[in-house]
């Protein structure tokens, strides 16, 4: 929101700089992201009236035009302006003026003709961008007056970064009535009195769709001149607010914006049809826009009607079908007031951008500002076009109106929030010069906010605003009645917080389970240690203390599986109760369960249910955080919970943290789950020390890549073969992977072929086919002593 300084303080007696007026707003929550000068600086440019012109004789397109400022004789001035004529009054800088961007007027001949000035367009003084010819003046301009102090142009534009539940300060008067709030002055509203209409002269309107406008309020004006043009002062606060002037009847529509706040539109009343009728869009429906785009709206979409088809975008955008031109003459008037949920997202999803109109309604418009609204726009439009107005024509759903909240606010309340006594002559006010009714009862205050105060609903937002008036800076700084303490965070340790955001990211969700569990339950799946019965449990199912996390995320899973969820990831980090010689000692652990499809049902990939592979890939996700995965090591092992053939225990440096694999067969019976289920569990003690971090010299030599297949026994673990591989590749060695495993044709039963790549690199020198030989000659013999493999061919 572009605020003009000078427009401001016709609406607020302000005693305050414009600097400390920008500091003031945005401490109130009304953020300034800058303060601009209405125009650049220039000087000596002053008000003329051309009083003779004759074309130049050596020049077809230009003119000499004799230009009265004020002083005994007219300045002869030769100007090549297509709309310069007798009697216009024009900015002219004199000679010695400098314009914006540096240029020096001088006097000087064009053509052979001496020239004593230069006429001025509004891109000349900076206030365009483009400009077809001179800029015109008010024929009332006092000659050789200052067009500087004219058009008011020391002026401060603040631009105003409003959050989106400030939409009452989208316009003039809900941001005066801010500024005086703050600063305890005198707030001018606007006067509107009723137009006094003189036809009969009406449009039918119908709400169809009353949820997403419960108001709409049309005014039909005959007679309006097609010729007329927006006063200059109009023009220029338009432009101030970043708006474009476009003609009498857009810009006054778009100055009733800015100023109350309510966007309007002009409908050429010639090209209606029936009566105007808001609805949803239907089947068939095609609206060309007035930016040349045409949409065919959604059933979601508002759309503003009439008897032959959609006319605009409700909220958004006028159709080009009944937009006004350059011969309209009879106009109709739009107020309305549109839900904020029924335009949000609406221009988005026609690929448009977000239009002032829909700016201001997406954030909520005040739902009883249309009546005046319009008779405002009357008026300014009948005071610069002419022309009859009829009678307003109002048509209300009061049922869908919004109804403005009645809140009880509590002086206990605003000192816990605060954390200071706001005296309550000043509560009451704060509130009122925001607006709000105010009535005092014996403990507290019923407060009502005006309907323009969508964001207030609670005795908390009305504690917001008193803070926002009273001042932030004068709430009080406690300090903590605790000491606080910095705990150090090791570099060598890996966050829990750290692990948690991995397993997130893989798809798991956290669980929070009892530490408490079934007995039966916990001994189907740690049978060899012994619970801590609980003195008093809640229930019989919950008697021991778990001795594994896996009793809690099994039965999430199950209940996950009776509530049709066939996929579940979860995972949970807490303490394990083991009874030692010691005596009772808690460990924390992080584990996980996981059972269904490895990725959601989606188009892009074939459905795949998980295997030991894709939670082991999990698990490796997490050691991997440690900086040193090649420390860990998954050795085939059995445990009861577990499948014989899918399940090993985690080691680290020869030390088990922890298991992983394949829900045991029977286990699954006897606990009723469906499905493959895999589950691990690891002790964080073991799990979160961590490599730090260091440089390593990169090779400026290149590396060279070998594929290696052999043939080994099916009972030759991957692990094994990738042990001896580093063991004999020696110093060349930097890399090795596994990428393919096969059995069938050609490899003989109880067999397997394993195909690894190798990356070989020096950091002193070029490796030659000789060493690179060598190297894999010294691995396969390796493999070949160790595992009887063979090369596969």
Not at 224 to 250: C, F, K
Not at 577 to 599: H, Y
Request: negative net charge; contains cysteine; aromatic residues 6%.
């Amino acid at each position: 929101m572009k605020v003009s300084q000078q427009w401001l303080r016709e609406w607020v007696d302000l005693p305050i700089s414009g600097d400390e007026l920008a500091m003031q707003l945005t401490m109130a929550g009304l953020e300034v992201d800058h303060i601009e000068p209405a125009a650049p600086p220039f000087d000596q440019v002053v008000v003329g009236q051309v009083v003779d012109l004759t074309p130049h004789p050596d020049a077809d397109r230009l003119r000499i035009a004799a230009v009265d400022v004020g002083k005994a004789q007219p300045l002869q001035i030769v100007c090549g302006a297509p709309n310069v004529a007798i009697g216009m009054y024009v900015p002219t800088a004199l000679i010695g003026a400098v314009l914006p961007g540096g240029l020096a007027i001088k006097k000087s001949k064009l053509r052979g003709i001496e020239s004593q000035g230069m006429l001025c367009s509004a891109k000349e003084l900076g206030l365009a961008e483009n400009a077809d010819g001179l800029l015109p003046l008010p024929a009332d301009s006092p000659l050789g007056h200052s067009v500087r102090e004219l058009l008011a142009l020391d002026d401060a534009i603040i631009d105003i970064e409003l959050t989106p539940n400030r939409g009452d300060c989208l316009g003039m008067e809900g941001i005066a009535r801010e500024v005086a709030a703050l600063n305890r002055c005198e707030f001018h509203p606007l006067s509107t009195e009723a137009v006094k209409p003189v036809l009969d002269a009406t449009f039918p309107v119908r709400l169809l769709d009353p949820v997403d406008c419960p108001r709409y309020i049309g005014r039909v004006i005959r007679g309006v001149n097609p010729a007329a043009e927006t006063p200059l002062w109009m023009q220029e606060r338009l432009r101030r607010a970043g708006i474009r002037s476009l003609g009498p009847l857009v810009d006054v529509t778009n100055y009733v914006m800015l100023e109350l706040g309510q966007p309007m539109h002009a409908f050429d009343l010639q090209r209606l049809t029936g009566g105007i009728e808001v609805r949803r869009a239907r089947p068939g429906d095609r609206l060309e826009l007035l930016n040349g785009v045409f949409i065919e709206p959604d059933e979601e979409t508002l759309l503003i009607t009439d008897h032959q088809g959609p006319l605009a975008l409700a909220g958004i955008m006028g159709g080009e079908i009944s937009s006004c031109t350059d011969a309209t003459r009879d106009v109709f008037l739009e107020s309305a007031f549109f839900t904020p949920t029924s335009i949000a997202g609406r221009a988005r999803r026609h690929s448009l951008q977000t239009t002032d109109a829909s700016y201001r309604f997406e954030r909520g418009v005040d739902p009883q500002l249309q009546r005046r609204a319009a008779e405002r726009a009357t008026r300014l439009l009948i005071d610069m076009a002419g022309g009859q107005p009829g009678p307003i024509v109002e048509t209300i759903s009061p049922e869908h109106l919004p109804v403005e909240p009645a809140i009880h606010l509590r002086s206990t309340r605003i000192h816990k929030l605060l954390g200071m006594n706001v005296p309550a002559i000043q509560v009451e006010d704060i509130l009122r010069r925001l607006g709000m009714a105010v009535a005092a009862e014996i403990d507290h205050w019923l407060v009502v906010p005006p309907s323009s105060r969508f964001d207030i609903a609670l005795e908390a937002d009305l504690i917001e605003e008193i803070a926002r008036i009273y001042g932030y800076q004068r709430v009080p700084s406690n300090q903590p009645l605790t000491r606080l303490q910095m705990p150090p965070q090791p570099e060598g340790q890996i966050g829990l917080e750290r692990l948690r955001e991995t397993l997130v990211q893989r798809g798991f969700q956290e669980a929070i389970t009892y530490s408490f569990v079934d007995p039966d339950f916990q001994k189907r799946l740690d049978p060899e240690c012994e619970p801590l019965a609980l003195a008093n449990p809640i229930s019989a199912d919950l008697a021991v203390m778990r001795t594994s996390l896996w009793p809690g995320l099994l039965k999430a899973l199950i209940y996950n599986q009776k509530h049709q969820q066939s996929r579940v990831r979860l995972f949970e980090n807490g303490l394990n109760f083991l009874l030692t010689e010691e005596g009772l000692w808690q460990e924390p652990f992080l584990g996980g369960v996981a059972t269904g499809a490895v990725l959601s049902e989606q188009w892009g990939v074939p459905t795949r249910t998980m295997d030991f592979f894709d939670l082991k890939a999990d698990v490796e996700a997490l050691l991997t955080l440690t900086g040193e995965p090649e420390a860990f090591q998954f050795v085939v092992a059995s445990h009861p919970a577990l499948h014989p053939g899918q399940s090993a225990r985690v080691e680290r440096a020869g030390e088990s943290i922890g298991w992983l694999g394949a829900l045991h067969p029977r286990v699954a019976r006897e606990l009723d789950v469906e499905g493959d289920i895999f589950i691990f569990e690891l002790q964080l003690a073991g799990l979160r020390p961590a490599r730090l971090p260091a440089f390593q010299e990169l090779s400026r030599f290149p590396a060279s890549r070998r594929d290696l297949a052999i043939i080994v026994s099916e009972d030759v673990a991957v692990q094994a073969v990738f042990d001896c591989i580093r063991q004999c590749g020696g110093a060349l060695l930097r890399e090795v992977w596994l990428f393919d495993i096969y059995r069938g044709r050609g490899i003989a039963e109880g067999r397997k072929s394993l195909a690894f790549g190798l990356n070989l690199q020096d950091f002193s020198r070029n490796l030659t086919d000789n060493m690179v030989d060598e190297t894999v000659s010294g691995i396969i013999a390796g493999l070949t002593e160790q595992f009887d493999a063979t090369l596969r061919i």
